[in-house]
T-cell receptor, first 111, second 113 residues
Framework: LAKTTQPISMDSYEGQEVNITCSHN???????ITWYQQFPSQGPRFIIQ?????VTNEVASLFIPADRKSSTLSLPRVSLSDTAVYYC????????????WGAGTKLIIKP | ETGVTQSPTHLIKTRGQQVTLRCSSQ?????VSWYQQALGQGPQFIFQ???????GRGNFPPRFSGLQFPNYSSELNVNALELDDSALYLC????????????FGPGTRLTVT
């Protein structure tokens, strides 16, 4: 089971680009990297998922280097509403029971 | 398309009692997973149901049990409640045994006194 390491907390300011890096040294060949966002007293919300190189959607970008031992979630031009906990997960599609959720990264956006 | 719903929103129980939490999955999803989330921690996987069968379980004792119904809604039952069972219980649904992304409900906040 791949385990991830990400910063406990980060601060940034409105309008800035925020990059959160996740380490997953033991990632397996069939594993995908998935990021979720969670606001207090709510369930996590899917942000983005990728396997290699770069994935972009309307919310974020995910950068994955060739060795896949780390990944970076990039949030462009953050706002106060992006204050939340962000979780990085690594696992094979269909294997929810093998995913390990760490404590995530608490991102605080300041005005 | 309706999202994942959970009931009740909040619940207070006494140690030793039993509790049943309910989850309605998103339309078209046949897989439901349950998670326990203690304050300040990430969700911990309890178990997953696919087409009414349990097909994965986390490190939780047998007093945590579940059901999935033909309409893919689900129940989580916890017997002999302990103080440490106080947490936010999350239900997530997905298609095809959890491929790619899960859709989470708002959770049920359980307090055991």
């Amino acid at each position: 089971l791949a385990k991830t390491t990400q910063p406990i907390s980060m601060d940034s300011y409105e309008g800035q680009e925020v990059n959160i890096t996740c380490s997953h040294n033991n990632i397996a060949t069939n594993d995908y990297i998935t990021w979720y966002q969670q606001f207090p007293s709510q369930g996590p919300r899917f942000i983005i998922q990728g396997y290699k190189t770069k994935v972009t959607n309307e919310v974020a970008s995910l950068f994955i280097p060739a060795d896949r031992k780390s990944s970076t979630l990039s949030l462009p031009r953050v706002s106060l509403s992006d204050t939340a906990v962000y979780y990085c997960l690594v696992g094979e599609p269909g294997s929810n029971y093998q995913l390990i959720w760490g404590a995530g990264t608490k991102l605080i956006i300041k005005p | 398309e309706t999202g994942v719903t959970q009931s009740p929103t909040h619940l207070i129980k006494t140690r030793g009692q039993q509790v049943t939490l309910r989850c309605s999955s998103q339309s078209g999803h046949n897989t439901v997973s349950w998670y326990q989330q203690a304050l300040g921690q990430g969700p911990q996987f309890i178990f997953q149901y696919y087409r009414e069968e349990e097909n994965g379980r986390g490190n939780f004792p047998p007093r945590f049990s579940g059901l999935q119904f033909p309409n893919y809604s689900s129940e989580l039952n916890v017997n002999a409640l302990e103080l440490d069972d106080s947490a936010l219980y999350l239900c997530a649904s997905s298609g095809d045994r959890g491929l790619y992304e899960q859709y989470f409900g708002p959770g049920t906040r359980l307090t055991v006194t």
